[in-house]
């Protein structure tokens, strides 16, 4: 299950784990916060000279263009988040192979967060299909999305909403397939900057939701990818 | 608006304030919890010479029965919460004149919390509809629930509840009363003993609730009956 | 209660509840924050086309001339807020049905969200009556501003205040109707940014307030027109 | 997807959600802790008179063997968790045609989480396959313990871990199926009661796995029985 | 102002500080809590063989009794705190030279806390004047009580208030000597255990008053009782 | 001791309490932070139509030297505060009649807070001896400032440390006066920002020291020279 | 450095690694909080048949002294904490091979945290020099104990402080020998249960300290022996 | 110990404590963060004045460059951290006679960290063999880094971690020398800015870590550089 051997040095600042694919499943992903636009850009190079696809996640706004020009003009594909900084740079088309997975938001300020979820499902194969600004607020909007995530029998759900994130709990109480919370950093005040949302889905009365932390999009695709992806390994 | 001395004094440890009901329209409430039975007992005595009835609250439970049979056998009668420590003692039954209360609870735990509540609203005149362990595990509870109370017109509705505490938004985008949510402490783990509830309340996507603290029954029934008296004054 | 097809898309990044003024009396308040300038009235005219008026809240001050001038150039009108990014957009002058509002701050940067509470009151035809400034540093100003409230017999009282907020419980226990309070964000070190005036106000000693979250201007706004409107429903 | 009727009254104290396990495929849990014994047991003969089978968890020490025997005198089997207060009771040996979770956990003192997610599991119709105490202070154990799972092809991992909760992140960064992370109030101090298990997994760095609440086990099991079962759908 | 060989030693547990009465003016209390009844005599032993009185705080509920008549047995006095567990032990009546004190409470169940102040006044030779109960819920008896403070022309005062703790606030707006706020844990929720009491004070918009820590009436006594002595030094 | 019409509007957004300074001894503190520089000038000038001084805090750093020029411009003097941009401004030399207070710092990044201690404590006729950067890493410099401060016979110490704020606790173990410890918000990590300065204060072994909030110098000022004033109030 | 095969399996709830002591120096200890006597006595057993001592720590009060008898009974020697429920049981006497350390509480109450690091080190075969409660209130005590400490060289220090903690920082200013704070749960209100301990130490302006968790001896002791061990390696 | 009059006044805003270096084996380490440029070279001159070197950390980045040269147009030379904002100025180059300390981070953002780490151990005579970006997802990195480290026979390991931290407990349990762990600040949500690293690292099941704050590379340095010249005293 673990190759000893299976690093690579990227200056002396970076050891990529080139066998992560091979032995989970699931790429390991660029997290372009901390570093500076040339180290992310020599870790995208180090990855893709192993691999088809990367991830690259929160690249800082200044870096932003000139990270998906160096992918472009390196002869890669770029696929890129709306309102996220998040971009999937890939080779040639990745094979749908593995399910589908539905992707709901509670509100508009949400969507940079799905979106960060799609670029991974996609990256792992998987099939996507997004519903955003559900809010409960309106709760005849939530029913009508949940219809239509049945209808395409999704092998997973993932519902991102901030503020008091009932959404969650409210769309696990009336579909079987599992459902992978993220609690977003949306509202103010006490329970702001997701904190709410977050105790909401870790106490949701609806068993069958399990949470990622505040505004880890990265992380809840990579679950429910690999929530379809064994869910149609036999096909 | 304020008298300057209307203060009855209770032995060396308690100063009553004999002008609350006259002044605010809610009675003052008897905490028991950090008194003993004959403190208890005195200051139920000093606020009966000069009032029609007084609600009790958290009464410890080694107390309960002899606080009862004190009022009992003083001559006035006691209404005793279900599941709760809390009790509405009174000369003559008291008058249905301010309107009508909505109650609802999310689990079964909860309803001494709502317990509370009604004694108060039942202390200021209204009558009180409750609809007991409606949670949104299964919505289709809560849709009758409220319909029930719409046609039922109430002037305000208390919801409370506990875990992720769904519920009070649910309702609140449901109707166009005023909702007061009481976050309960069910629940364990991180946003457990009711900060989760409360979080989620305060966070609310749905306009028109307001919030008292974690288990304040009594709290939530003052501000309800205060709504709901306002609402009709006039009869 | 609940019309299941009144959702209205907007672009492919919001579903307006077009039901929700008919279904709860408090129109959807647009929370411009997390949303681009072109988002936001793209959002405003859907709901214009469908309504008499609209809040917008939160304006990016960067976007706010902007927004306030594409309104007036639809040949709306526009209340603005003193101290504060909220408007009120309005086709024709909003009638004044509904009762009325007092609203209270304890210190001069409190204003702006006094001002939110009070935009949507008059959204809701309430009429607002405020005193601003009457921190009980200096008590005898309480004083003063309650007696004119309870002259002016409002339906409910709105308080906000930061620091200790020590204000709502003074107010409260001086008056007869529901009091809304509003932890306000102004005080720094522990209890700062809104946290102690949250838990003095959920703590509160006198009966009959209930609260909002910490600078929540317009859910209070909501809450407080709720309370007026069913208190004069029968006019 | 929704039976608007699928309610039964218990008493005045519980609705119960009839129409769950065809809805969502997961039981209604009947959580005892907040219940005296005969109300349990008014809600377990409810449940059982629908359904073929019933899980009830965390009932108090003193009602334990009154459940255990209630559910025995009334003709059913149950099946009990090691160390645990929750108990599974069944009319009949329910098929194992769900696929299989894993269940491992870092200290002896977190199996009575473990086993209530077993108990869930079974309830679902999946096998389960353990391994307790294997914490990372001996990291051979672990490579020992994911080994085996890989051998028998679990379908999802539940992991139960308490004091710094790295026991979650070790093995998730071995599999390649969802793991779900139950952290467990093992500890004091600083991060005791769980919270620092909780922040660990949230911040874990090795995607591919979800989190249910602190000492949550039952919550974990429907989740991994969720993903299991979706796994096997076509067997 | 410091003498560097005065230490006792008791036993192998305990070193007592026998210079702190002559260096600081404040007596080395015993906090009992968590020492044994042998321990604590020992303790007490030790010190009134070098002074003439010492106040014991905090004593565990079983051993109360046995501690005063040891010392009473030890022909010493005996002076108990009401409704507290603490106690002050002396050879001879200790001179009132040192100025007064005012000691305010909020609540009946704050007694306890302003008690053990008015113990530690007394033993650095302070008079106290109490006045308890006496909530800003009735406003009317805060003034009542502050104008007999001031007719008294204390020193300085010692406010206990749990809930909200408005009243520290209340009365430091209104006199000119300093003010001591104590947070009492009387409350429960959001902001309760004093959590509420402690922001309030220390956000307190009234100038001139200082804190405390949750329930430490003796170190509120200390602080007072160093301000009225200096206050009255050149007597 | 409460005058009822004492009150001076400024505008539409403040109310003046002009009263304070005869009925508490502690003049009204302009805090500048939330304020407008126009605002600011227009209670200047309100206050200073009343009073021969007035403190300004927390003045914007763009505002500063225009607060300041329009002062000196009215014809009043300005003492400024070293590193603060906090301000006293005054007609005549206020006479230092009230005492001595001693102002010590743990490191250099305090000084700013203890200035303004300074100030408040200047406005009210204390003298003020001062001794920065005296932190207990070289305990010696305590030992050195503590008799410095003793020999001076001040009648109140101000301790202002930020990190561990063990300098407080050591002080006051050393002294016979009031000690009013200020947490200052130097630090990073755990316990950052002041809160274990402040949790270190509240904590402290060493009685005879009360507290206020984080970098609150203004408080401080005010706590110490009320002390002063009251010791020095019969010269 | 790692045996992949040292597993000892203890019934089907435990898995000693008995490998442990030979890799990393530090022996396994029993935590016997959340075990049965029975349990505990099985791993006892079954890790003196690999070695020749163990620490058991925390155990019941109520197991206590059945599980020393347990140990003599075996034929083993046992030695007790002073105030605490750990003890070291041994074959032969331990050597004291590893140099020395020092172990210092600021109070009585700290004891038995004191104690279980002294078993620790004395199962790794240090000598322990204790001095306890020599808090910074009479700082004099201090010096006397740190002058004791560097007459005896120890290799480090390991320092136990409840309340604010301070006397770790004092004591580290003031030697040449690394530093292991122990913050120590004695306290209440805020900052209270250690973590302004816990704080202040992480906080500490004196470079050389490290920290372990509130109450937690044994990993202090752990850490202190393994720097005394190192220091005295060629020995 | 401790030489009372070593005190060094620069300007009136700090006070230099020129007796640690002799006192502890620690240099005072200038935390220039809160300081202006002039004050930060103020006292490094007044520092080298006294010393062969001197740490400074936290320069502002607009002041760096100019620390920089400053020191080297003063004649002494400058080793900068990498990726960090601290140096090391010294006169002549350090001998490394105070054995070798092993440093290990997480990640590439923590490497600014584990650099200043570097420096106060270079400043104390140690030798240091670094190791960044061996994060636990890919484990096989961390037994690579950990068999060098003990190949080497390093005195003391630093390891710095954020997110979840676990790479600390996963050191510690492999090697038998003294773990200095240093939570990081990388991590976003729950948990996150060093919060849950911490917590980890407090909470780890495996002995013989010490943990210091967040961020805290300057402390670590020092605590295991104190290990290592204890180490190493008798060569």
Request: glycine letters at 12%; charged letters at 20%.
């Amino acid at each position: 299950m673990l190759s000893l051997y299976s690093i690579k040095e990227v200056g002396n600042f970076a050891k990529v784990d080139i066998d992560r694919q091979k032995r989970r499943g699931i790429p390991e992903v660029v997290f372009a916060q901390g570093k500076t636009a040339s180290e992310t850009k020599g870790i995208i190079e180090a990855m893709m000279s192993e691999s088809g696809s990367v991830v690259v996640s929160r690249i800082r706004e200044a870096d932003y263009s000139g990270v998906v020009s160096f992918a472009r003009d390196s002869g890669w594909s770029v696929s890129c988040g709306q309102n996220s900084t998040s971009i999937l740079i890939y080779k040639t088309a990745i094979k749908k192979a593995a399910g589908s997975v539905g992707i709901i938001t509670a509100g508009t300020s949400d969507i940079w967060i799905a979106e960060e979820a799609r670029l991974v499902c996609e990256a792992m194969g998987c099939e996507c299909h997004t519903s955003y600004d559900v809010g409960i607020a309106g709760i005849q909007r939530v029913f009508a999305s949940v219809h239509d995530m049945i209808e395409k029998d999704v092998d997973a759900i993932v519902v991102v909403a901030g503020m008091e994130g009932a959404l969650a709990t409210v769309i696990s109480s009336l579909v079987d397939v599992p459902v992978v919370g993220v609690p977003a950093s949306a509202g103010y005040g006490y329970g702001g900057e997701g904190s709410a949302a977050l105790a909401s889905m870790l106490q949701s009365c609806a068993l069958g939701m399990a949470v990622v932390n505040i505004d880890n999009g990265i992380g809840a695709g990579a679950v429910a990818a690999s929530i379809s992806r064994r869910a149609n390994r036999r096909r």
